[in-house]
């Protein structure tokens, strides 16, 4: 059992310590610590000037270059997209801007907005898996083209949102019904699509912590892609139709955008959407596509080029 002299003797020992440690801080000590103390702030000081003034001159040089990629972009823009009737896909979490900027420049480029579907959350949680798989039944009368034995609800879901752009009508109008159900709506009508479209563009967020769903039945699991969703998702725009970007933010491995080039499914993709750079990259990328030419575009997770090709208009 510990005693009064074991407390005795500990407490000692410290008050010891710390005598020893004023004497020399204040004497002997003094002069060296209090050097090797400043001129380690002072080395610290000019370092962090260093830092600032290098961040300063690359972010010059970045606004510099997206002017210069935003001036070219938007003299060979005319003409790019001419034809081309678009059907617009936002994702949960996709910026209001970004939904602009790249719609004005699809349309500087020639192309037309024939339509627009907004996305819920709940079309990539978990928590509504089950209701989603439970939709497929009531669906599937409606579609035009049998799905796959093999097709998961996700990707029925997705081939189901591709035939009310690319084919709309009687069946077309019943699926959009069913999945902007009051109850528990997975997307929402922006545009009512007015004749098929011929090219998709996806608009994603381009934050990866203002996009990531929250999920209503797994909160302790925070914000999440659920995998199965986005694959599905995915894969029904690589299946179904060849003619489509996904654009977004790949800047870590949980971003809306780094989870779709995961799946390797053969869509054309463009990161960076914050961006000026991004944002023109978009309808120059979807020429491409267009083209039979898929690409994954900018400087984030799984890009392969920075920017597409521009070709020369004849």
């Known amino acids: 059992m510990i005693d009064f002299r074991y407390h005795l003797v500990s407490l000692m020992s410290v008050l010891i310590a710390l005598t020893l440690g004023v004497i020399l801080g204040a004497g002997p000590l003094q002069g060296p610590l209090s050097a090797a103390l400043t001129g380690q702030v002072n080395r610290l000081t000019t370092e962090h000037a260093q830092l600032t003034k290098d961040l300063?001159?690359?972010?010059?040089?970045?606004?510099?270059?997206?002017?210069?990629?935003?001036?070219?972009?938007?003299?060979?823009l005319p003409g790019t997209l001419t034809d081309a009737k678009v059907g617009l896909i936002t994702v949960a979490g996709a910026e209001d801007a970004d939904i602009q900027s790249v719609s004005d420049k699809l349309t500087a480029a020639g192309?037309?907005?024939?339509?627009?579907?907004?996305?819920?959350?709940?079309?990539?949680?978990?928590g509504k898996s089950t209701y989603r798989s439970q939709l497929t039944s009531a669906m599937s009368q409606y579609l035009e083209t049998p799905p796959a034995q093999s097709a998961t609800a996700d990707e029925?879901?997705?081939?189901?949102?591709?035939?009310?752009?690319?084919?709309?009508?009687?069946?077309?109008?019943?699926?959009?019904?069913?999945?902007?159900?009051?109850?528990?709506?997975?997307?929402?009508?922006?545009?009512p699509v007015s004749e098929a479209a011929t090219a998709i563009v996806v608009i994603g967020p381009h934050q990866e912590d203002s996009?990531?769903?929250?999920?209503?039945?797994?909160?302790d699991k925070g914000a999440v892609w659920a995998d199965e969703a986005l694959v599905g998702f995915t894969k029904s725009l690589d299946i179904t139709h060849a003619r489509t970007v996904i654009a977004g933010s790949a800047a870590t491995d949980n971003s809306f955008l780094a989870k779709v080039r995961a799946t390797s499914a053969k869509v054309t993709t463009v990161d960076s959407l914050g961006t000026k750079t991004g944002q023109f990259a978009v309808p120059f990328a979807l020429k491409r596509a267009l083209d039979g030419k898929v690409g994954a575009y900018g400087s984030q997770i799984g890009a392969s080029k920075l920017f597409p090709v521009i070709e020369a208009k004849k």
Do not use: C, H
Request: charged share 20%.
């Open 111 to 126: 192309a037309k907005i024939v339509g627009r579907f907004d996305l819920k959350n709940d079309w990539f949680t978990e």
């Open 56 to 76: 300063r001159t690359a972010n010059k040089q970045l606004e510099g270059s997206a002017q210069v990629v935003a001036s070219l972009a938007g003299a060979l």
């Open 211 to 219: 996009g990531a769903p929250v999920d209503t039945k797994q909160n």
């Open 156 to 191: 029925i879901l997705g081939t189901g949102l591709v035939q009310m752009l690319e084919k709309p009508g009687d069946k077309s109008s019943a699926l959009a019904q069913i999945y902007a159900s009051k109850d528990s709506p997975l997307l929402t009508v922006a545009t």
